[in-house]
């Protein structure tokens, strides 16, 4: 009997060398001991703070980059990047580096937050459209109806008569378009009516005003849309052209920039770490 004892604590012992130690339920760590001695358990062992913060935060808005920035900003080391979508083709974005370079000596450039501006849904609906896309009349008629709150010039009172005298005139014959002097254009058109033949004309704008946002949750800016007509077939086709976008998408970057620098104190530059 005293022998099969060995054999088992001496197989018991075997295996506690290739098991090693035990983690508990409660994260405690169990210890497999001889035969007379107990499971020894000993609290979870707590590893000493961090002595780097090692962290890249992705902000979901400017206010939150902003804050951000403030609670973790670093006097005369952090530093905060910008990039501008016209001049270095990257995505518009902003980038604080908190543990950046000190002029005398290196940072370790180990924690990050950042903020990359998403376009409002106005703007990517207005540069979808000035993409270069061809209106039939009465798809031209609906998008300004749909997209009307974003224009300020002409009048609410006079787009509401545009949508109307579009979607009246969508089985007259167009024959010519004419320049007026005053900045507007007269699309002539030719109706059967009873048997009958009526020439009319319709008075367009040239060029719309909108107020939209470029960046979601950002300020509105005024920018100018032209119209541009072409007859076809009798048809009449639109088409837009925002003017300007990418300049007004800088100067949009930009104002963000300033409040930035303005709510941080952090001086800022225009390009990449």
Request: overall charge negative; aromatic content about 8%.
């Amino acid at each position: 009997m005293t022998e099969m004892k060995d054999v088992l604590l001496a197989a018991f012992n075997q295996g506690q060398r290739h098991m090693g130690n035990v983690i508990m339920p409660d994260g405690g760590i169990g210890v497999f001991v001889p035969e007379g001695y107990h499971l020894q358990k000993f609290d979870p062992i707590v590893p000493p703070e961090p002595t780097l913060t090692m962290a890249t935060t992705k902000a979901g808005d400017l206010a939150s980059f902003v804050a951000l920035v403030n609670r973790y900003k670093i006097d005369g080391q952090s530093a905060i990047f910008s990039t501008d979508p016209a001049s270095i083709g990257l995505p518009s974005a902003f980038r604080c580096i908190i543990d950046y370079h000190k002029p005398a000596a290196p940072g370790r450039c180990l924690h990050s937050i950042t903020y990359t501006p998403k376009h409002s849904e106005q703007w990517e609906i207005w540069t979808a459209a000035s993409s270069g896309k061809s209106f039939k009349q009465a798809d031209f008629a609906e998008f300004i109806e749909d997209n009307s709150v974003d224009i300020i010039t002409p009048s609410s009172a006079s787009v509401l008569d545009l949508i109307s005298n579009f979607k009246a005139s969508r089985k007259v014959e167009f024959d010519s378009v004419v320049h007026q002097s005053n900045g507007s254009t007269l699309l002539a058109y030719g109706d059967t009516v009873d048997g009958g033949h009526r020439n009319g004309s319709m008075a367009v704008p040239t060029e719309l005003e909108i107020n939209i946002p470029v960046f979601h949750g950002g300020a509105r800016w005024r920018m100018k849309v032209f119209l541009r007509y072409k007859l076809g077939d009798s048809k009449v086709s639109f088409s837009l052209k925002m003017d300007r976008p990418r300049a007004m998408e800088t100067e949009a970057m930009e104002q963000m920039m300033d409040m930035v620098i303005n709510e941080t104190g952090i001086i800022a530059f225009n390009g990449t770490p």
